[in-house]
């Protein structure tokens, strides 16, 4: 006999953990399927800055507790371009701030509040596959420890990230994607150590794209542009350091404190957009629906919007029948979804080496971070985007 619930969600990523917290605080049951264990969906070092629209959401899902004490508030962030430096007052130029608060201790906290309110999160479920999504009666079936187990629901909501099933469960042809991929990858590091600056760097560097960030005021985190050639053991702890001091400012190079990585990885950067992100009663939620090059530091934030209107959708649809906010997701959430792509891939390619694009795209290139660094018009613009743009 099958399992019955409302709303089935797949992946226990941020996405589907704030939908389930979310749904179940409007009265709808749900059920959550995660492939991975517990311990290794919290070891996945990913985002690190919050827009205020997610902050509030999460204060709205009774999540931000600890959020609120630990969180790091940032008025502005940096951008710099060889040996200049220009701050972006954020606070001033659009009234928002940003939090500095890490993926994983959101994704800690949404499960510890699912825990608390005994909601039904399976740690891995394998083989999940979705079935009859184009009827009135979606059934979501897989195998736990061994066994085959079958979930009858009212809704799919696909939370699975971009390698996930529910996009492919999409029958071929229905879905038009949009897609660049860049000729380089980001290899972060995790380090107990001080941040070098109070505030975010993105620096521009002849030698290549670098990111200063933290999660802690003791804990840094740090971005190198790489070659996809490159493997993790070419970058002993030494190198990254040294080349990072490379392509900051001397000033900040030297104060730079470096120690032992407690993790490093290297991520490909990529633009995508699959929609409509609906499918008859398969809603897909976050990275299972789009994915933006980290640089404008959107991912998690449009998973939060998403989910935003998901959960509105939803519960209108479950609780009164109300169908308007299903039929209109897909396009309410691709209206902010393509400009967050518009400012990443900007952002991406104003920070960036593009060394095979050749010396016009070069020039245009300095002309363009030259213009930002002078021109109060654009850092709005880029403000206005950082913090997050109205949902
Ligand atoms: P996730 O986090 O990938 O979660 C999906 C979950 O689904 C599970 N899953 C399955 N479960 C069941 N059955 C299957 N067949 C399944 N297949 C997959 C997975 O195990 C996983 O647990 O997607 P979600 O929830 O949509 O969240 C999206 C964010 O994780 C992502 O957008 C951000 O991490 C992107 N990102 C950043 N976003 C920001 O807003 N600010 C940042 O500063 C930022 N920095 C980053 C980032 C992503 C990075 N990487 C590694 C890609 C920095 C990096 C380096
Ligand atoms: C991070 O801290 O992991 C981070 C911050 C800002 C970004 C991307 C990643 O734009």
């Known amino acids: 006999m099958?399992?019955?619930?409302q709303v089935a969600i797949i992946g226990a990523g941020p996405s589907g953990l704030l939908l389930s917290q979310l749904l179940d605080l409007a009265g709808i049951d749900t059920v959550v399927l995660e492939r991975r264990s517990r311990d290794y969906?919290?070891?996945r070092v990913r985002a690190g800055v919050l827009e205020e629209?997610?902050?509030?959401?999460?204060r709205e899902a009774g999540v931000a507790e600890r959020l609120d004490r630990e969180g790091l508030v940032h008025d502005g962030i940096e951008i710099g371009w060889n040996d200049r430096l220009q701050r972006i007052?954020?606070?001033?130029?659009?009234g928002a701030s940003v939090v500095v608060y890490g993926q994983t201790e959101v994704t800690r906290d949404l499960m510890a509040a699912r825990e608390a309110r005994g909601g039904r999160v399976i740690h891995e479920a394998q083989d999940v596959a979705l079935r009859d999504i184009d009827s009135?009666?979606?059934?979501?079936?897989?195998?736990?420890d061994g066994h085959p187990r079958a979930l009858d629901c009212d809704w799919i909501a696909g939370c699975d990230g971009f390698h996930g099933i529910s996009r492919a469960s999409i029958p071929e042809g229905t879905l038009r994607e949009y897609e660049r991929v860049y000729p380089f990858g980001w290899l972060g590091l995790l380090?107990?150590?001080?941040?070098?600056?109070?505030?975010?760097?993105?620096?521009?560097?002849?030698?290549?794209?670098?990111?200063?960030?933290?999660?802690?005021?003791?804990?840094?985190?740090?971005?190198?542009q790489c070659s996809l050639a490159e493997h993790l053991y070419e970058?002993?702890?030494?190198?990254?350091?040294?080349?990072?001091a490379r392509r900051l400012p001397p000033q900040i190079a030297a104060r730079l404190e470096t120690g032992p990585s407690i993790e490093k990885s290297i991520a490909p950067l990529r633009s995508y957009v699959a929609e409509p992100m609906r499918w008859h009663r398969l809603l897909l939620c976050g990275d299972a629906a789009h994915i933006v090059p980290p640089t404008g530091a959107k991912g998690l934030n449009l998973a939060a919007s998403d989910v935003f209107y998901a959960h509105r959708a939803l519960a209108a649809a479950c609780l009164g029948g109300d169908m308007a906010g299903i039929e209109s997701y897909s396009a309410d959430c691709l209206r902010r979804v393509w400009k967050a792509e518009r400012f990443s891939w900007w952002m991406t390619s104003l920070l960036h080496s593009f060394p095979d694009d050749g010396p016009f795209a070069a020039k245009i290139q300095a002309a363009e971070l030259d213009y930002l660094l002078g021109s109060p018009a654009l850092q709005e613009s880029l403000a206005e985007n950082y913090v997050g743009l109205p949902y």
């Open 235 to 244: 970058w002993p702890d030494e190198r990254f350091w040294a080349e990072l």
């Open 191 to 224: 380090s107990d150590t001080p941040p070098v600056s109070s505030e975010l760097i993105y620096m521009h560097h002849d030698r290549g794209f670098a990111l200063c960030s933290q999660r802690s005021t003791t804990r840094s985190r740090y971005y190198l």
């Open 136 to 144: 009135t009666r979606p059934r979501v079936t897989w195998v736990e």
């Open 89 to 94: 007052d954020l606070k001033a130029l659009t």
């Open 41 to 43: 969906v919290l070891g």
């Open 2 to 5: 099958a399992e019955r619930t």
């Open 53 to 58: 629209g997610m902050v509030r959401l999460l």
